[in-house]
């Protein structure tokens, strides 16, 4: 046999069983050998005696009888097969130095009788011990001649027998690190196929109104696993099913894994599905319950199944027996909804392994074994027999719900999750938009019965005619509804707000000595020169023969000039009704006070004879010192500032676990320093750490994420993680909302220097590295979500964006596209990032929608009237339809219109005085379909921003076209000027004469028609100005 033996495995595991022989406990003290005996069944699946070869020698050997006595083993088999165990029982003077009793090799012989060699076990048996009892796997009965003699032989010698299938089972129950390898890899295969095959081939049934049976959907998801793009690389003949794919729905449902899918077609109900795939021999296992369009009972009840799956968890650890698993969450049950305890499963799960299910280690209220660190279980939880009060058919009225998942039992953490498959009603749900062609669709059963079925047909196409509504329809109709919840929910919401004024900001007082003793005693202050304390930030300047103190904070600016023979210093001070600036309080804290505005010193360039220096050297110094400090205190503050309104985070706990989820090699955005560094990203107990090569370290907390976003690197040339923040953190001396960590996928220069062939070898094989490298990085970044989702018991979500639903927009100063992910709208590849939350948006607005505009504008309004609006420029006009369709399905109301809007102005108004605001209609004057007080609104906001005025209408049209042309008129001037020049140099008298002559006839014609034209030009000032945008 050219296969290979695990000589180390196998001593190890034969150690481990003998050990737990000697014990004595349990069955193992009543037995005096073990006896294992093999035949060939293509029927069995699953057997105990298989089970143990392949433990023990990682294959099945067929045709095989192992006899294991307290010091001896003995094996007897056909050649090869001996030949294949010889690996094992050649030992130094047949002297197991590993501490095992030494093994002996029998050669059976096929078409003779096996006597001798019987003769040989049976004497081992009764050499063993008392030689009375053997231990046997009683269930298992293997058919043909060479099984049945033997089985003669044993009973014909007289020996009990005792069956020892549980405590064998419970000795290879505990898995060593490479079966857990192998079970997780099994898991994760399992976790793959549901993901990638059966969730989305069942979304696509429902989306496309199929009619599937149950038993051909399993069928397929049979042939899935052939494939090896479900599997994750792995080579598809170490993959087999556990046991076919059970899918129930439409009232039939047996919660067991013994059953096999019926031929009925697939209801769009609770769609149970449960599968489990084998790899190299080790099981792994999943349920689920899809629901389509679930009441909110059935909801309500899903969501506490899983409430039971996380306490089950909870209870599941090392050294706690499997009865009081199971009574905990028994008593919980009757604790919380007493009326589904007849409703639970019988058993709760199962240890698994090679065998599947293990019959000795069941979840129930009756096992006492205890759980330990190691084992892998099969956890299944569900309620069956429910009762939908909302069915109306009778494959609505009765649904059950099943969910499971492979677990690892652990030494004192909650058992660990090998099947990461989310499970929330939001990841399981499928809800479907229509409720109305559900009724529609019951009538038509309805009219198949009385009419029959050619009448329906054409009852059907005659009222689809009448009837149906257009996808434009369809939305105004939503958002008519959506506008008349928005101005009662905005109303409401600003009223509960009333009475919370702003603060404003005060200007920051700085005093610069608290008393009179802090006053240095310097010798320029006595000579009455200017001094500057750099220690208290302070100057000390001469006023009228005093020496006065001011504040560097008083300074606004200083400057220094020289005229002749005189040097002047000009310092000028912040007082009230002076220009702060945005960010500086306009507030002083004694504004009655006399304040000073400026000051103006002036010394002489002249040395006169006595003097030490030119009296002007103490005014360039006071200037150039001035100038220092005040730098000084100004970044001191700008950094104070970043830190004010900093919301303390707690302390990041760190996991000092190895196996905590972890990328390397990422860069962060923003830097730390000037110059961009790789680093680390790692997930602890509450939150993520990076560490750069530096050793520069950035905390961010679970519970501080607002949005955590995945942005693959399809069509990319990065790979993101994105952490949109609640509350904003400091590092590299700034205030931060968005963290981001990614990688480079590709080259993002290209020489364009080189010459290239299109079939060029090296090319052809770079972009081949460049594809494995993306798919390398894609599995890695997905890998490590999956990992921190389960870590985080999915409080933590990533989301990631839909490319097919994105489009382009300018949100600054570039064109980037924005793409929905499923609670925000993102670009996150670009920086600065850009991130809206979906669920603070109050309206979304689209300006200048015209027909022969090629792209418009996107405004969105906050339902926080005081944080600014948010603008997406040059958005393309083919763009409209898809974001409209997007909005709607989010339950946000859009508008749009011909003109740009002044938001400053329009959310000011809205904020002074907001009954007035709803009282006219509210955000009705931005529809224009609205009438009455919306379009008054409307007219009036319009005035506000284009005061009517007859006189100024000229100029105003003028500074329009002037300033929709500046930019042309400044390229070309040089050029029309030029142009103009030659046209004038080129004519002659008589013809310009001419000119004058038309032209004064053409101002006979308008001076008849004035009024005619004052009359439309008075009309068209009507209209309100549109704003040209400048970019």
């Not at 109050?842 to 792209?855: G, P």
């Not at 005085?913 to 709803?918: C, N, R």
Request: glycine share 6%; charged share 30%; proline share 3%.
């Amino acid at each position: 046999m050219a296969a290979n033996l695990d000589k180390e495995a196998y001593y190890r595991r034969i150690k481990r069983l003998y050990g737990n022989w000697k014990k004595g406990e349990d069955e193992f003290g009543k037995i005096d050998a073990i006896v294992v005996s093999v035949g060939v069944d293509e029927e069995i699946v699953y057997a105990k005696s298989t089970a143990i070869q392949t433990w023990l020698f990682g294959y099945e050997v067929t045709d095989t009888i192992m006899v294991f006595c307290e010091t001896k083993i003995l094996f007897l088999a056909s050649k090869k097969k001996v030949d294949f165990l010889k690996q094992v029982a050649l030992t130094k003077g047949n002297e197991n130095a590993n501490g095992v009793p030494p093994i002996t090799l029998l050669t059976r012989e096929k078409n003779e009788s096996n006597k001798p060699n019987f003769d040989k076990m049976i004497e081992a048996i009764r050499g063993s011990r008392g030689g009375k009892t053997v231990g046997v796997f009683s269930k298992d009965k293997f058919p043909g001649e060479y099984m049945k003699s033997w089985n003669d032989t044993l009973a014909a010698e007289g020996l009990e027998k005792v069956d020892i299938s549980a405590v064998v089972a419970y000795t290879m129950a505990v898995k060593e690190d490479g079966e857990l390898g192998l079970m997780k890899k099994a898991a994760a295969i399992t976790s793959e196929v549901y993901s990638k095959f059966f969730k989305e081939r069942v979304m696509e049934i429902v989306d496309a109104d199929e009619k599937v049976r149950h038993s051909k959907l399993a069928e397929s998801v049979e042939k899935a696993i052939e494939e090896k793009k479900y599997l994750g690389g792995v080579d598809p003949s170490t993959v087999e099913m556990c046991y076919p794919p059970i899918i129930q729905s439409g009232g039939n449902y047996s919660l067991k894994f013994s059953v096999v899918s019926d031929k009925n077609h697939m209801h769009f109900g609770a769609i149970t599905c449960a599968m489990g795939i084998r790899y190299k021999s080790y099981c792994s296992n999943l349920v689920r319950t899809l629901m389509v369009d679930p009441p909110q009972e059935m909801q309500d009840n899903y969501n506490f199944l899983l409430q039971l799956e996380e306490e089950l968890l909870k209870e599941l650890k090392h050294g706690v027996k499997i009865s009081d698993a199971y009574n905990t969450v028994l008593e919980y049950v009757k604790k919380e909804k007493p009326d589904l305890v007849a409703k639970l499963t019988k058993n709760l799960g199962f240890a698994m392994g090679i065998e599947f299910r293990e019959g000795s280690l069941v979840l129930n209220a009756k096992n006492q074994y205890k759980l330990k660190k190691g084992m892998v279980l099969s956890v299944s939880l569900g309620f069956a027999d429910l009762t939908n009060k909302e069915g109306k058919k009778e494959e609505q009225k009765k649904y059950a719900l099943f969910i499971g998942d492979t677990v690892q039992i652990n030494e004192e953490e909650v058992a660990t999750v090998l099947t990461p498959v989310k499970k929330k009603i939001k990841n399981v749900g499928i809800f479907l938009k229509n409720d109305d062609e559900e009724d529609e669709e019951e009538d038509g059963d309805d009219a198949e019965e009385l009419l029959g079925k050619g009448a329906r047909g054409a009852a059907l196409l005659a009222d689809r005619t009448r009837n149906e509504m257009t996808a434009e329809e369809k939305r105004r109709t939503h958002q008519k509804e959506l506008a008349n919840n928005l101005n009662e929910e905005a109303k409401r919401r600003l009223t509960e707000q009333k009475g919370e004024q702003q603060i404003q900001k005060a200007r920051k007082s700085n005093v610069s000595y608290k008393n009179v003793s802090q006053m240095p005693r310097e010798k320029d202050i006595r000579e009455m020169k200017i001094f500057i304390d750099k220690k208290y930030e302070t100057v000390v300047m001469p006023i009228f023969g005093i020496a006065t103190p001011f504040h560097i904070a008083t300074i606004k600016n200083i400057s220094m000039s020289v005229e002749g023979d005189y040097t002047y210093l000009r310092i000028n001070f912040y007082v009230p009704g002076s220009s702060l600036g945005r960010q500086e309080g306009n507030i002083f804290p004694n504004p009655d006070a006399t304040f000073v505005k400026e000051i103006t010193y002036r010394a002489s360039n002249l040395k006169t004879p006595g003097d030490t220096s030119v009296p002007s050297t103490n005014l360039q110094n006071a200037f150039r010192i001035i100038k220092e400090v005040q730098k000084r205190y100004k970044t001191r503050e700008a950094e104070e500032k970043e830190k004010e309104g900093i919301v303390k985070q707690d302390s990041l706990v760190i996991n000092l676990n190895r196996s905590n989820p972890k990328l390397k090699d990422l860069y962060i955005r923003p830097n730390i320093a000037q110059k961009r560094m790789q680093g680390s990203l790692e997930a602890h107990t509450n939150g993520f750490r990076f560490t750069s090569v530096r050793g520069d370290k950035v905390d961010i907390l679970y519970n501080n994420i607002k949005h955590a976003i995945f942005q693959p690197c399809d069509g990319e040339m990065i790979i993101v993680l994105h952490f949109h923040l609640k509350n904003a953190i400091m590092f590299g001396k700034r205030r931060h909302t968005d963290v981001q960590f990614y990688t480079e996928v590709g080259e993002i220069t290209t020489d364009l220097g080189k010459h290239q062939h299109m079939h060029d070898r090296d090319d052809l094989y770079a972009e081949q590295m460049e594809r494995e490298m993306r798919h390398k990085l894609k599995s890695a970044f997905k890998n490590f979500i999956e990992k921190v989702e389960t870590l985080t018991r999915e409080e933590l979500e990533f989301e990631v964006p839909f490319r097919d639903l994105g489009f382009q927009g300018a949100p600054y100063r570039s064109t980037c596209l924005l793409q929905p992910t499923s609670s925000s709208l993102v670009n996150v590849t670009e920086w600065p990032p850009f991130v809206v939350t979906l669920d603070e948006v109050e309206l979304v607005h689209f300006e200048r929608v015209q027909f022969h505009l090629k792209n418009f504008d996107v405004v969105i309004v906050y339902k926080d009237y005081n944080k600014k609006v948010t603008m997406i420029n040059a958005v393309p006009v083919n763009s409209l339809d898809p974001i409209k369709e997007w909005l709607n399905s989010c339950d946000i109301k859009y508008t749009e219109g011909v003109q740009s809007l002044n938001w400053t102005k329009v959310m000011k108004t809205i904020v002074d005085d907001p009954e007035g605001f709803f009282e006219q209609g509210g955000w009705s004057f931005l529809d224009p379909e609205s009438e009455g007080s919306g379009a008054e609104e409307d007219s009036e906001s319009e005035m506000e921003d284009e005061t009517f005025n007859p006189s100024a209408d000229e100029t105003e049209v003028e500074e329009e076209d002037s300033d929709e042309d500046y930019s042309s008129e400044t390229e070309n001037s040089d050029y029309s000027a030029s142009l103009g020049s030659e046209e004038e140099s080129g004519k002659d008298w008589d013809e310009l004469e001419e000119e004058a002559r038309k032209a004064d006839k053409e101002s006979h014609y308008e001076d008849e028609d004035t009024s005619n034209k004052k009359r439309k030009h008075r009309s068209s000032r009507m209209q309100p100005v549109k704003k040209k945008r400048r970019s």
